[in-house]
Structures are given as structure tokens and as C-alpha cells.
Nanobody, 126 residues
Framework: QVHLVESGGGSVQAGGSLRLSCAASGYTAITDCMGWFRQAPGKGREGVAAINSDGSTSYADSVKGRFTISKDNAKNTLYLQMNSLKPEDTDMYYC????????????????????RGQGTQVTVSS
């Protein structure tokens, strides 16, 4: 089992920045891919960013050039640096992990995850 806890969400004006963190515990060695997806109430999930254990990354087109995913293996912590935030980035953001599988594309994070956290709300005002 892998336990994921997100933090760092909040409210920010358009153009601002936030950094999300995801602390992982448990059998983290089995997580070949970790990432972030977002979902608004009543809407589908959207994979935002993913990182494989070899360091390869993938992003949704909507966030490329603005968001950066990274991982500190020593701290078992995943990050999402979000810059130039837009009102359309407003959502609940979830940290997710896949066991024994790589993320071939960012959609794996939202559709194929084995573990996810409880989410952290990001609100961007215009």
C-alpha cells in the first residue's frame, strides 16, 4: 500500500504561482510513475503531469511551459510547480501513483492510477 498526502493548494490571482507537494509513504518502491491529475465536481479527470522513475516527464498541452513536475526521492515527495496560473486551472488537484507501470503518456495518471491522495484545492481568480 502507498499513502499519498497533498499540500500546497490555495487561492491565487491569475498570473500567480503555487507549488503543490505530495508526501508518499508505504511501499513507495513499487511506484514506477507518479503524477498529478485534476478534477472539478461533476467533470472528468484530466492528467496534468507525470514523472516516471527514470525521470522522464509528460504534461497536458494546457499546462506545458507553465507547470513543472519534479520528485525528491530522498524525501519521497512529489512536487508540481505551477506558474502563470489561469482561472481555468481552478480545480481539485490529486496526487496519484501507478504500481509497477510506467506512464506512457500523461493520461495514465488520471486513468490508470493505483493510489491517489485526498486532493488539494487550487483556486485562481481573474
Amino acid at each position: 500500500q502507498v499513502h499519498l498526502v497533498e499540500s500546497g493548494g490555495g487561492s491565487v490571482q491569475a498570473g500567480g504561482s503555487l507549488r503543490l507537494s505530495c508526501a508518499a509513504s508505504g511501499y513507495t518502491a513499487i511506484t514506477d510513475c507518479m503524477g498529478w491529475f485534476r478534477q472539478a465536481p461533476g467533470k472528468g479527470r484530466e492528467g496534468v503531469a507525470a514523472i516516471n522513475s527514470d525521470g522522464s516527464t509528460s504534461y497536458a498541452d494546457s499546462v506545458k511551459g507553465r507547470f513543472t513536475i519534479s520528485k525528491d526521492n530522498a524525501k519521497n515527495t512529489l512536487y508540481l510547480q505551477m506558474n502563470s496560473l489561469k482561472p481555468e486551472d481552478t480545480d481539485m488537484y490529486y496526487c496519484a501513483a501507478l504500481a509497477h507501470r510506467r506512464c506512457v503518456w500523461v493520461g495514465f495518471v488520471s486513468e490508470e492510477y493505483n493510489f491517489r491522495g485526498q486532493g488539494t484545492q487550487v483556486t485562481v481568480s481573474s
